[in-house]
């Protein structure tokens, strides 16, 4: 059974900065591409970065690109999502979300999700 | 870039059929995707690539395109089908991927 936990979450100042992870298992981590996905409180889903299988390739969404920055360990199955400059509209539940293997660039697992606040 | 329209909501009696509809420009050159999502839980999703249905999901899940326009069709609706629908797409230009921002089904 695929799994995908992720952690780190928190609360963080205006400015400041977090790192969420998460790890995978049920699956060959090294083989699938990764994303990360989050939702603001109340609000709608928004893709936020794209990981490749080996960690290569790296696309954002435009609302995170060059403060954002997204990597992988595929020794220890693992996502990190490093995140500075935060701002308050930046605050939402993170999900690590699977891409599925057949080229059409859905997301076939998600985790539950790390819940991260930006508040002063 | 891709902007996906969706109804904000979508009500139905139980055992009636419920259409929500995505539309974009240029959705015909990609692949349309659909997640439900209930309240605290993580999306999970009931079709891809347009009509695709994974395994697991009811096959009153059915999913269709036509022109700029994608819907999701839940037939013999029930209960627990209450659930925000997001649609979703690959934008092959700029390897963004792009929701739209939801429609909420009521089950009256």
């Known amino acids: 059974e695929v799994n995908l936990v992720e952690s780190g979450g928190g609360l963080v100042q205006p400015g400041g900065s977090l790192r969420v992870s998460c790890v995978g298992s049920g699956f060959i981590f090294s083989d699938y591409e990764m994303n990360w996905v989050r939702q603001a409180p109340g609000k709608g889903l928004e893709w936020v970065s794209y990981?490749?299988?080996?960690?290569?390739?790296?696309y954002y969404a435009d609302s995170v690109k060059g403060r954002f920055t997204f990597s992988r360990d595929n020794t220890r199955n693992s996502l990190f999502l490093q995140m500075d400059s935060l701002r308050v509209e930046d605050t939402g539940v993170y999900f690590c979300?699977?891409?599925?293997?057949?080229?059409?660039?859905?997301?076939?697992?998600w985790g539950q999700g790390t819940l991260v606040t930006v508040s002063s | 870039s891709f902007v996906l329209t969706q109804p904000p909501s979508v009500s139905v009696a139980p055992g009636q059929t419920a259409r929500m509809t995505c539309g974009g420009n240029d959705i015909g050159r990609t692949g349309v995707h659909w997640y439900q999502q209930k309240p605290g839980q993580a999306p999970v999703v009931v079709v891809y690539d347009d009509s695709h249905r994974p395994s697991g999901i009811p096959e009153r899940f059915t999913g269709s395109k036509s022109a700029n326009t994608a819907t999701l069709t839940i037939s013999r609706v029930e209960v627990e089908d209450e659930a925000d629908y997001y649609c979703?797409?690959?934008?092959?230009?700029?390897?963004?991927?792009?929701f739209g921002g939801g429609t909420k089904l009521t089950v009256l």
């Open positions: 979300a699977r891409s599925d293997k057949s080229g059409w660039h859905y997301f076939d697992s």
């Open positions: 990981i490749s299988s080996s960690g290569n390739i790296k």
């Open positions: 979703q797409v690959w934008d092959i230009f700029t390897d963004q991927r792009v």
